[in-house]
């Protein structure tokens, strides 16, 4: 299934438009995570840990938005458009979200 941010497919013709399609993954970051990035605010660097959790966020939401275009019929989802957000819980630590959307076509 071809994946793109781009409103068309350059050289192909699209021919049937499903609409929207989305995907959502909401991770947890625990605790010691929290902790050991805040530190690295603190001095300087990237967290890897955050990093990591970020990018099987992005992974399981476009999963999740291609299996919906795969149901409709679609190969292709354009105009896709990734979001991030972190949800605060308390000193518990936090949770990160990205949500995946785009719109489900068929092209030839």
Known sequence: MLIVTTPSIEGKKIVQYFGLVSGEAILGANIFKDFFAGIRDIVGGRSAA??????????????????????????????????????????????????????AVVYE
């Open 50 to 103: 955050y990093e990591k959790e970020l990018r099987l966020a992005k992974e399981i939401a476009i999963a999740e938005m291609k299996e919906q275009a795969e149901a409709l019929g679609g190969n292709a989802v354009i105009g896709v458009d990734l979001d991030y957000e972190t949800i605060s819980v308390g000193q518990a630590g936090g949770m990160l979200m990205v949500s995946a959307s785009g719109t």
